[in-house]
C-alpha cells in the first residue's frame, strides 16, 4: 500500500475476518481495493473523486460497497457497507445470528462459526456450521433440553447444544462441545 491508503476495516464474515483496504489518491483520481493483502480492484485517472465502488469479499461473495463523499474542499470521508448497511449495522445484526468459537486441533487453528437464520414461515429456518470457511456436515437431534448439531474436525466429535436461557431477552445459548469439553465462545 502506498501513502494514499485511508481506509482500513476488518469485517468478520463465516469464511473468517477479512481487511480490507482502500487507497484513493485524490490528485490522481487513483483508487485500489486490497483484501487480505491481495489487489482485488484498481482504477487509475478517475475525473470524479467522490462515488461508490462496490466488490466481493470472503467465500460466499458477501456484497461490499466503499462510499467516498466530499466532506469540505479537498477533504473525503469513506464509509463501508456490507449487504447494503453501514459496516456496524452489520456487524450489530450479525452478532445476533451468529456465534463463533476460535480453538486449536492438532496444531490447527479452527475457527468455527455457527450461523442460525429465522424466518417466516418457520419451516425456511436455517442453522449453517463453518470452520475455516468450509460449511460442515451436520445432522442434528431433539433432546430433552434443546437440540444438538453434531459434525466432525478432523477425527473429533463435535456438537453444538442449544438450549433456552429461560429469558426472552437472552434467547438461546449455543455451546460448543469438543470431544465432550467445552469450548468458551469469542466476542466479535
Known amino acids: 500500500m502506498s501513502n494514499d491508503l485511508v481506509g482500513v476495516w476488518e469485517v468478520a464474515l463465516s ?4 481487511r480490507i483496504e482502500f487507497e484513493h489518491g485524490t490528485t490522481t483520481g487513483k483508487r485500489v481495493i486490497c483484501i487480505d493483502g491481495k489487489e482485488i480492484l484498481r482504477r487509475d485517472w478517475m475525473f470524479k473523486l467522490v462515488g461508490k465502488e462496490t466488490f466481493c469479499v470472503g467465500g460466499s461473495d458477501t456484497k461490499a460497497t ?3 463523499d466530499a466532506v469540505s474542499g479537498f477533504a473525503y470521508e469513506y464509509t463501508l457497507e456490507i449487504n447494503g448497511k453501514s459496516l456496524k449495522k452489520y456487524m ?3 452478532s445476533k445470528v451468529t456465534s463463533t468459537w476460535v480453538l486449536n486441533l492438532d496444531g490447527t487453528d479452527c475457527r468455527v462459526v455457527l450461523v442460525s437464520l429465522i424466518s417466516l414461515p418457520p419451516e425456511k429456518d436455517t442453522m449453517d456450521i463453518w470452520c475455516n470457511g468450509q460449511k460442515m456436515e451436520t445432522a442434528g437431534e431433539f433432546v430433552e433440553d434443546g437440540t444438538e448439531t ?3 474436525l478432523g477425527n473429533h466429535d463435535c456438537c453444538i447444544k442449544a438450549v433456552s436461557s429461560g429469558k426472552r431477552r437472552d434467547g438461546i445459548i449455543h455451546t460448543l462441545l469438543v470431544d465432550t ?3 468458551p465462545e469469542c466476542m466479535e
Open 150 to 152: 453434531h459434525f466432525t
Open 92 to 94: 450489530e445484526n450479525r
Open 66 to 68: 466503499i462510499n467516498i
Open 15 to 18: 469464511d473468517g475476518v477479512h
Open 181 to 183: 469439553t467445552e469450548i
